[in-house]
């Protein structure tokens, strides 16, 4: 069955300091995985893609990794800010041809001054 | 440009009630995509369009709802008779084209709440 699994649940940090998401996935065959940013009352919005051949992507204070072996990736915050305050969803595209997408629960982080 | 757009922000409706959410796409977007999103957990697939092909229905969860996209365009969700289950936010998103690789550009959601 295709998953993707998330942790933790919810993570709550101070400004400044940085942190790591994590996101397992089981999903097959596999295309290519994307983090999202989703603020509260708003939908979701793409931060990285990574493909198979692709084990990291960053985009500003946000690095994403993909060990495409084990079937994980990390988010990794880097000196975080109060507007990093938000859920973080890990995607998965299935390769097979189509464009069914497995989203994770997502990883809430809160963001203390 | 202006992003996806959904209405209404907030609904609340009785138990058996008809609802139907509206979703505009980016303009030029030839991929729609509705999905919902209980508290706490990942979103769930419901039902994709793309171009003149015949949606891909397949997430739905029960006849209770259908969807429709009119000229290629705006779409409606439509759910009858709704139930508590229902309550949700359901989240509409568009992209340039099908395919894996194409991202999904998301509306902020309609929250529907079954009294």
């Known amino acids: 069955k295709n998953q993707v699994e998330q942790s933790p649940q919810s993570l709550i940090i101070l400004e400044g300091k940085n942190c790591t998401l994590q996101?397992?996935?089981?999903?097959?065959?596999?295309?290519?995985l994307r983090w999202y940013k989703q603020d509260t009352g708003r939908g979701p919005v793409s931060l990285t893609i990574m493909t198979f051949s692709e084990n990291t992507k960053s985009n500003g204070r946000y690095t994403a990794t993909l060990d495409a072996d084990t079937k994980q990736s990390s988010l990794h915050i880097t000196a975080s800010q109060l507007s990093d305050s938000a859920s973080y969803i890990c995607?998965?595209?299935?390769?097979?041809?189509?464009?069914?997408?497995?989203f994770g629960a997502g990883t809430r982080l809160f963001v203390k001054a | 440009g202006a992003g996806v757009s959904q209405s209404p922000s907030n609904k609340v409706t009785e138990k058996g009630k008809d609802v139907e959410l509206r979703c505009d796409p980016i303009s030029g977007h030839t991929a729609l995509y509705w999905y919902r999103q209980s508290l706490g957990q990942g979103l769930e697939f419901l039902i994709y369009?793309?171009?003149?092909?015949?949606?891909?229905k397949s997430g739905l969860p029960s006849d209770r709802f259908s969807a429709e996209r009119t000229g290629g365009s705006v779409s409606t969700l439509t759910i009858q008779r709704t139930q508590q289950e229902d309550s949700a936010v359901y989240l509409c998103a568009s992209s340039p084209a099908a395919g894996r690789y194409n991202e999904q550009f998301f509306g902020p959601g309609t929250r529907l709440t079954v009294l």
């Open positions: 995607v998965v595209s299935v390769g097979d041809g189509g464009f069914k997408t497995i």
């Open positions: 996101c397992n996935y089981t999903v097959s065959p596999f295309s290519n």
């Open positions: 369009f793309q171009g003149n092909s015949a949606p891909d």
